[in-house]
């Protein structure tokens, strides 16, 4: 097997036997993004230099015993929107155009910690604002699938690296959907940990009670594995949960027997690909067959997603990127007249038009006079929303659905209409809504050969139930890949 | 006859706390260090950090509220104040709007005029904002972030003065309050307590409130007794002339005795307030409000009745010496050390009065330990130092907190007690001082005074001026 094609748990264990050196997988996947880069542009920044000076620390630190877990040695990428100390961070804003962080983000440091070589910095809807990657302020991402199509979004350069190997894993984020859908739209595996799991400490904010890190691979086991790494209890987060159940690994068996799994029905109706939907229901049917309990069932108030989700999100965004204003970091305007102009002018250019379009609605929301009818009323809708949640997983242990309504949409479709834009996160964010954890994994190919994903959802800190479900799931249905791959 | 009018004022105090480190990082509070020494990724508004609530900071709030008899909101959270500006890191401020941590409080307070409670609406906690400085030379503005993340607690008032002596009285027992708790020194020229007037006024007898401005930049008591007369003044004649008070808020500048409008209510920003989802909010069990109300000092009225019935002063030494918590804990411990009351009280009633006083320094800033003052007072009694080298050395302990025996050994200013000695320097005297000697058998009693200051002068101070006195009535 080809170092490429080897999972990060493979390549850990290949190193570990002293098969291949850090140096070796290092060299060979900065090959990978020296040939790949300029055709599906997944990076903002690539530390060529820091990888390879890495990737000799940690060798000697694996021959040392000194590092000894499943993933030491494995070269990651980071999504742009984590800190990195020393390294660029741009949240892929012209705003944050000469941001270099004094300290790097606890699910990096985690990740350094267990031995990853960081390869650098992946490309993201600005500010993770954005479905497609395409508000990026540094050029589109293209989905390796086919490259007229989007990677999704925000998490879209972290989703494409690992499905055009340019990378073994990479860590994203997700606040409505910005890991699981990308990873659908490029066939690879993404989850977002219930909320409180992961530390937010060193994530650049977006919305912050919404947000949360989570891994992007190739498969469920690499999922597993890198879960157990960066979950951990932060005290510099206050919103960080201690949590005993983080031996995620324990749940990579293959067994589904008795789980009972609901599939709401408000998740198969207008809007759905009939493809998309085809796979799902497939994928179902698997899991019944390995002895699940599947049974269909009314989730409700799912209509009410999106408008809750927009009026937080935007919110807390508003008030998250006040403190881009080109005094202490960051881009400045040039040519302004005392502070005010200085803002002004900072704000106008550093933002692109998607990011003002939600500090505006966000602003709005929060302005007096419209805080109860909005944002009062939108925290009362995510309460009902979370409840609605909790009476369905009173009865079942996953929800499965699709992760998009369809499969990754061409380049260019999507940003001049933002309405139907927000409208492809139906499925996702009401889990973040609710502080869920949420898997996507591909569950099968459409017509036009683009991945599609299947969504599983838990109830809170039931991460291992997904993570079981994926595995059985996985078992049956094979490798995935693309077909230059297979 | 010209109509009476009435002064309405309500209060916003803030106050400083006295956390060593900062309301939401672990950097110092200190005072005074080099421009952004005491600063990290959170209280400088770094993208990615977060903010963690300083415990410390929560307690001295509850106990604040507990003190001020208000309702401690058992579940609270923190709000965003969102308003751009460079002292502000991540121009928003954590502060509280919607559930603040103390609501419903009042105190009473005392004037010529009787008793009299005053209502507290709210007491909330914030972090202070960093320091801009203007550059002239430059022509630019650099920011200083030491301050950021700074502790603050506001204390807003129900608007239940009505005059400034009653406003003093407020601040005074609001003051007196906190620091007895410990909760902060609250020096109002250094800023730990500042406090923004708001006032209006309305004829005697009316009901409606009159529009009302709100005065900022008040440094010290007698700024704000100031302030609000000129403010009382200003919206009189303004009213007589026939015009309208415009809700405003002014800045008082006290060297010039008159205020200016900073910015009026049309300007008022909109701060879209929201919760701030970086922080959970904060529950409160019964048991540990139990636990701070377990915590809570005797305060000043206790501690009057208490050394009333317990020690021999008068009531204006009681009255001083509680009126500051660090010179009523040196008196107890200098007691209990030993030393008698009415002695201890002395030494602060007079002349560490008079050092504070000389040195502009407040009480809370005394130096000298219990033990040195004990130490002190026992040499005076048992006659080893006369009183005017106690005061001597006294000084010396006041600055530098020295042990007078140590001292008074080393520099040898012990009294000399050895009698022998003294009469022959009593006999020296008199014969060389014959005008004042047949002045004082003439009958001129003073005289002897310059011959016991001769005689102490000849001893370099160290003589017992008793033993003096009887030597020479002895000799003469």
């Known amino acids: 097997m080809s170092i490429l094609d080897m999972t990060a748990c493979q390549l850990a264990a290949a190193i570990k036997n002293k098969e291949v050196t850090v140096l070796e997988a290092t060299k060979a996947v900065l090959a990978q993004i020296h040939e790949k880069e300029e055709k599906y542009h997944c990076y903002v920044t690539v530390d060529e230099e820091g990888a390879l000076a890495q990737a000799q620390e940690v060798q000697k630190k694996i021959d040392a015993g000194v590092l000894t877990g499943a993933l030491a040695g494995v070269p990651v990428a980071i999504k742009d929107n984590m800190c990195t100390q020393g390294l660029l961070t741009t949240c892929s804003s012209k705003i944050l155009n000469n941001f270099v962080p004094t300290f790097s983000s606890e699910a990096v440091l985690n990740l350094q910690r267990a031995g990853a070589v960081i390869l650098g910095k992946t490309n993201m809807d600005e500010f993770a604002m954005g479905s497609t990657t395409e508000t990026s302020a540094y050029g589109e991402t293209k989905n390796p699938w086919n490259t007229e199509h989007v990677p999704g979004g925000s998490s879209g350069g972290s989703a494409a690296a690992v499905a055009a190997k340019e990378c073994f894993y990479a860590l994203g984020s997700d606040t409505g959907g910005s890991i699981r859908q990308p990873a659908s739209f490029c066939g690879v595996v993404g989850l977002k940990p219930t909320y409180g799991r992961v530390s937010r400490y060193g994530l650049i904010a977006y919305g912050s009670s919404l947000d949360q890190i989570g891994p992007l691979c190739k498969d469920v086991t690499d999922c597993a594995a890198i879960m157990e790494v960066i979950s951990t209890h932060d005290k510099k987060d206050s919103t960080s949960v201690f949590r005993e159940d983080t031996d995620f690994t324990s749940a990579l068996v293959e067994d589904v027997k008795g789980m009972r799994i609901g599939i709401p029905r408000d998740y198969f109706g207008e809007g759905l690909d009939s493809q998309v939907r085809d796979a799902v229901l497939k994928a179902a049917e698997v899991l019944k067959e390995k002895g699940a309990v599947v049974e269909e069932f009314d989730l409700s108030l799912v209509e009410y997603a999106i408008p809750t989700y927009y009026t937080i999100a935007a919110a807390e965004a508003s008030s998250n990127l006040e403190r881009f204003d080109g005094i202490k970091y960051g881009y400045r305007a040039e040519g302004y007249e005392g502070l005010h102009d200085m803002y002004k002018k900072t704000r106008s250019q550093g933002f692109g038009a998607e990011v003002k379009r939600r500090i505006m609605l966000g602003s709005f929301v929060l302005s007096s006079g419209y805080y109860d009818a909005y944002y009062l009323k939108a925290l009362r809708v995510k309460a009902l929303i979370k409840k609605a949640f909790d009476e369905a997983f009173a009865k079942y242990d996953v929800i499965i659905g699709p992760v998009a309504p369809t499969t990754a949409p061409k380049l260019g479709e999507s940003l001049s209409d933002p309405i139907k834009m927000y409208l492809g996160d139906i499925y996702t964010i009401s889990v973040n809504l609710a502080g869920l954890p949420g898997l996507s994994m591909p569950c099968g190919i459409d017509s036009k050969g683009l991945p599609i994903g299947l969504q599983l959802i838990g109830d809170c800190f039931n991460e291992k139930k997904l993570i079981q479900t994926a595995y059985t799931y996985e078992k049956s249905r094979g490798v995935f890949g693309r077909k230059e791959d297979r | ?476």
Request: proline share 4%; aromatic share 8%; with cysteine.
């Open chain 2, 1 to 476: 006859m010209a109509k009476q009018y009435e002064t309405v004022i309500g209060l916003e105090v803030h106050v400083e706390l006295a956390t060593k480190t900062k309301i939401f990082c672990g950097c110092s509070t200190a005072f005074g260090g080099e421009p952004n020494t005491h600063t990290c990724p959170v209280c400088t508004g770094m993208p990615g950090s977060l903010p963690v609530l300083n415990k410390q900071v929560l307690e001295y709030a509850v106990a604040v509220g507990l003190a001020t008899n208000c309702t401690i909101t058992q579940y609270c959270k923190f709000d965003r104040k969102n308003y751009f500006y460079p002292d502000n890191p991540q121009n928003y401020q954590i502060s509280q709007l919607y559930l603040p941590i103390c609501r419903n409080g009042k105190v009473e307070i005392e004037t010529e005029k009787g008793k009299k409670y005053i209502g507290i609406h709210e007491i909330h906690m914030e972090e202070d904002a960093g320091k801009l400085i203007h550059d002239e030379w430059d022509d630019c503005s650099l920011v200083d972030f030491n301050r950021s993340g700074v502790p603050l607690i506001e204390i807003v008032s129900e608007p239940d003065m009505r005059s400034a002596e009653e406003v003093i009285a407020y601040l005074e027992k609001l003051r007196m309050t906190i620091q007895y708790l410990g909760a902060s020194d609250c020096k109002l020229q250094e800023g730990s307590m500042r406090a923004d007037v708001n006032l209006s006024i309305r004829e005697v007898g009316a009901e409606e409130f009159g529009t009302r401005t709100e005065m900022k930049n008040l440094n010290s008591f007698k700024a704000i007794a100031r302030a609000i007369e000129g403010e009382r003044e200003r919206q009189i004649d303004l009213l007589e002339a026939g015009e309208k008070v415009i809700q405003e808020t002014r800045r008082w500048d006290d060297n010039k005795g008159e205020s200016y409008a900073m910015r009026s209510k049309e300007d008022a920003q909109d701060y879209r307030y929201f919760p701030d989802p970086d922080l959970v909010p904060i529950v409160l069990d019964d048991a540990f409000l139990d636990q701070i109300r377990a915590k809570q000092p005797e305060f000043r009225e206790e501690k009057m009745l208490r050394y009333k019935e317990e020690f021999d002063i008068p009531e204006y030494d009681i009255q001083i010496i509680t009126g500051s918590k660090h010179m009523a804990d040196i008196f107890e411990e200098t007691v209990a050390l030993g030393s008698q009351p009415k002695k201890v009280s002395n030494w602060l009633m007079v002349e560490t009065l008079r050092l504070l006083k000389e040195n502009n320094m407040d009480p809370e800033d005394i130096r000298f330990s219990p033990e040195n003052l004990a130490k002190l007072i026992s040499l005076t009694d048992a006659k080893a130092i006369n009183s005017s080298v106690a005061k001597e050395v006294f000084e010396v302990m006041f600055d530098q907190n020295v042990d007078p025996e140590k001292y008074v050994e080393e520099k040898g200013l012990k009294t000399v007690n050895d009698e022998g000695a003294l009469r022959k320097t009593v006999e020296e005297v008199i014969a060389n001082n014959p005008q004042s000697v047949e002045d004082y058998r003439n009958g001129k009693e003073k005289a002897i005074g310059f011959l016991v200051g001769q005689t102490m002068k000849a001893m370099k101070g160290k003589a017992d001026p008793g033993m003096i006195n009887k030597l020479l009535k002895e000799l003469l």
